[in-house]
């Protein structure tokens, strides 16, 4: 009997991670369009079937999650951890990531309203086409997502799983995600718009700007600047 249900165990398993070998590629390619062009998809995809893996080790039916959920954070993670392993980033890509934040949350603290990337570009002593190219370069040339801040994907996302058995772990992880969905709801009409296209409908750069009618590039200079804005006003969580 014992052995019986290890078997079955076992077939359960290889039946997940089978049927959901393109969620890895799914994945892999949407993360691609936002990586620099030395990234090799079959690298994504290699990473992220480890992460499947895991998931299919790991996953409890009781948390009521379902394992698409649950797999789609592990695959994400697992592929994001092996672009920072190797991190290509050039340190004045980071460097201009922190100006970008901390002149944001200035002027927000100086204004007391969403600010404008004209206003942005003022502050940092820059055209606004420079202002424009650095957000694209940081877009671009690092990894930069909900991730960054210090939860998963899923954060938009309305389903939620345990996040470990440390009971107050899992409430300052709750509590934070709490504060980080109501600050998403915060941002501009369009970076909101622009993140709930890109981590809800997992919508391309490319296929957002035939939505809201504006090219490539300035999809991806609003979804850089709506994180840099998100880290700006979520700073108190970043230690």
């Given amino acids: 009997m014992i ?59 009781s948390k009521g999650a379902s394992f698409e959920t649950f797999a789609g954070i592990r695959i994400r ?42 206003e942005v570009a003022e502050k940092l002593d820059i055209s606004l086409n420079e202002y424009h190219h650095i957000l694209n370069e940081v877009s671009t040339g690092k990894i930069i997502g909900i991730d960054d801040l210090g939860v998963s994907e899923d954060v938009i996302h309305t389903q939620t799983e345990s996040q470990g058995s440390d009971p107050y772990q899992d409430i300052e992880h709750s509590v934070f995600k709490k504060s980080l969905s109501e600050c998403i709801t915060t941002l501009p009409e369009r970076e909101a718009l622009v993140l709930s296209l890109y981590y809800d409908e997992e919508l391309n750069l490319r296929e957002i700007g035939q939505v809201l ?27």
């Avoid at 490539?216 to 969580?237: N, P």
């Fill in 213 to 239: 009618d504006v090219s490539e590039s300035r999809v991806s200079q609003i979804h850089s600047q709506a994180l840099h804005r998100l880290k700006a006003r979520m700073q108190s969580w970043q230690s």
């Fill in 77 to 118: 993670g697992a592929m994001l951890d092996e672009m920072r392993r190797g991190d290509w980033t050039p340190r004045s890509v980071h460097r201009n990531s922190r100006m970008i934040s901390d002149a944001i949350k200035a002027l927000e603290a100086e204004l007391g309203r969403d600010v404008t990337d004209v």
């Fill in 3 to 61: 052995k019986a249900n290890a078997y079955n165990a076992h077939i359960d398993k290889t039946a997940l991670i089978e049927q959901h070998t393109v969620l890895v590629k799914r994945i892999a390619y949407h993360l691609l369009a936002r990586l620099p062009a030395s990234v090799i998809v079959d690298d994504l995809i290699q990473s992220g079937m480890v992460g499947l893996l895991e998931a299919a080790n790991n996953f409890d039916h």
